[in-house]
């Protein structure tokens, strides 16, 4: 298709050379408006450039920032990479003090943080960015914890938690709790009813579990605080325990004198024993009194009869309870933490001698202690691992069936107190499960709730409320008493409280714990 000039102003429209007025092909309307369409875009290009050399990007900012990113509001390069979105590198050059890169705060830290699993530290290929959840420009009030609903489901396919959220963990599987322990709340809280004058029976739980300053968690329950008012008192006393005598095969407990002649780093609490706390009976039998709660001295002999029903025992001579805890590898690490500890306690009595070779020794053992600490804490245990706690493993072959009675029996005598709370096998006393934390994907605030229930509203397994008299097959020291998710759904629901994640789960890294996450990132 082509045009010619012709005269005037027409031309001819192809070969044909049809007549055509020049304004058909240029005409004058559409002039204005490619004119006006070149100037607006020049404007606009106008104002991009005065917004970035002069007014600093307001103009493309997709709304006000959070009060604590306010100051980077007209600074888009603190945040963001040219043309993308905030990614978490940015995040890191604040928030990650120290200057590691995407240490603390990155998604395996949050991983760490609310499972307590150290195995989940590794980073994965799949991280989302920090913005994908914190969510920015959503104006000065905006918490940026306050992560949506949908920015978890996307991952966490539970939908509402009045409809599809699972049953917590502890009530729809097997609790690996505490077993060893001979408690009974209700005979428990009637003595304290009774001994305290109490007329609420409520009041007789706080007597045990007292709540710590910040209203969420209790203290944890001790011996000297809770239980000493009636238990192990002044004139508790052992049975008579048969003395043991040189050269005789029949077991026997070894006297305090007998101790203080052997000595020894594992021995330094006996300076602190009085002879006065031993009678000789006749028959060459000795009775101790009082009896303290973890005695030194009756511990240091229950060791001395596991050496003889187990003489390859490993670790065991460096920890005071035994029991199944000790010869499976997910439950080492209370035997492990233990035995760290006698060590430690042991290198301190030794702290005091001033040979050269001794304090050379010191410092080489603090270090392999800490090498030990830092892989107990990742949790770096494997079934090989066993071994190292024979005295559930292998009986010693030499001992006779009447001999490993017969040194059982001075085992029953010897924790015969010790009996009324604690479970004594294989010559030692089983190992009681200290932390009963249960909601670990989860934050549960005591102090919220108290003013709409109740205690024993919520924690109604046993039946605290009834007569003192009353038994129930749930009263034992190993029962949760927690209540299920339908108890949480009464008041948790669109048309009364939050029930949203971010309600109860807390993923980000607590700030006050950095010093602990950082041990698990170095």
């Known amino acids: 298709m082509t045009v010619a000039k012709a005269e005037g102003n027409k031309g001819f429209f192809s070969n044909l050379k049809l007549s055509l007025a020049q304004r058909y092909i240029l005409p004058e309307a559409r002039r204005v408006l490619v004119a006006l369409g070149g100037l607006g875009g020049l404007c606009v290009l106008a104002y991009y450039a005065v917004d970035a050399l002069l007014l ?45 890169t995407l240490g603390v705060y990155s998604f395996a830290a949050h991983e760490i943080y609310r499972s307590a699993d150290p195995r989940r530290i590794t980073a994965g290929a799949q991280e989302p960015a920090c913005s994908l959840c914190h969510q920015e420009h959503d104006g000065r009030e905006a918490k940026l914890n306050s992560v949506a609903d949908d920015r978890c489901l996307p991952c966490h396919e539970f939908g509402s938690f009045n409809r ?256 009324r709370c604690h479970v004594v096998a294989n010559a030692a006393i089983q190992r009681v499960q200290k932390d009963q934390r249960i909601l670990w994907r989860a934050e549960f605030n005591h102090r919220a709730h108290i003013l709409q229930r109740r205690c024993l509203e919520c924690h109604s397994a046993i039946p605290m409320l009834e007569a003192a008299t009353a038994t129930a097959a749930a009263d034992r020291a190993a029962i949760q008493n927690v209540p299920g998710i339908e108890n949480c759904r009464g008041c948790h629901n669109a048309a009364a409280t939050s029930n949203r994640c971010v309600t109860c789960h807390f993923y980000h890294p607590n700030k006050t714990n950095r010093a602990s996450l950082l041990l698990y990132v170095d």
Not at 223 to 233: E, K, M, N, P
Not at 385 to 404: C, E, G
Request: net charge positive.
């Open 164 to 419: 599809s959220h699972p049953q917590f963990d502890f009530l729809t599987q097997a609790a690996a709790d505490d077993s060893t322990l001979r408690f009974t709340h209700i005979r428990h809280v009637a003595e304290v009813v009774k001994r305290e004058q109490l007329t609420d029976r409520e009041r007789a739980c706080l007597y045990c579990h007292n709540p710590r300053p910040d209203g969420r968690h209790f203290e944890p329950i001790a011996f000297d605080t809770h239980c000493s008012a009636c238990h192990l008192q002044p004139n508790s006393e052992t049975p008579a325990l048969a003395v043991r005598t040189p050269g005789d095969p029949a077991p026997g407990v070894e006297l305090l004198e007998d101790m203080r002649r052997r000595g020894g780093p594992a021995l330094a609490w006996v300076k602190n024993l009085s002879a006065g706390e031993f009678q000789i009976k006749s028959g060459n039998r000795v009775v101790k009194s009082p009896v303290r709660h973890a005695d030194p001295w009756i511990l240091e002999n229950l060791r001395s009869l596991r050496r003889m029903l187990y003489p390859e025992n490993g670790l065991t001579d460096l920890i005071r309870a035994g029991g199944p805890a000790v010869a499976a590898a997910p439950a080492l690490q209370p035997a492990y933490e233990e035995a760290l500890q006698t060590l430690r306690r042991q290198a301190d009595v030794l702290r005091s001698r001033p040979e050269p070779e001794m304090r050379k020794e010191l410092a080489r053992l603090d270090s392999l202690l800490k090498v030990a600490q830092n892989k107990l804490r990742r949790q770096e245990f494997a079934v090989k691992d066993a071994r190292l706690f024979r005295s559930a493993l292998q009986p010693n072959t030499q001992v006779s069936p009447a001999q490993a009675q017969a040194i059982l029996s001075l085992a029953d005598n010897l924790t015969r107190n010790c009996q």
């Open 56 to 100: 600093q990007n307001q103009f493309i900012a997709s709304g006000p920032v959070s009060s604590g990113h306010a100051k980077f509001e007209t600074d888009c390069r603190a945040c963001h990479a040219p043309f993308q979105t905030a990614t978490s590198a940015k995040c890191s050059v604040c928030h990650e003090k120290t200057g590691d």
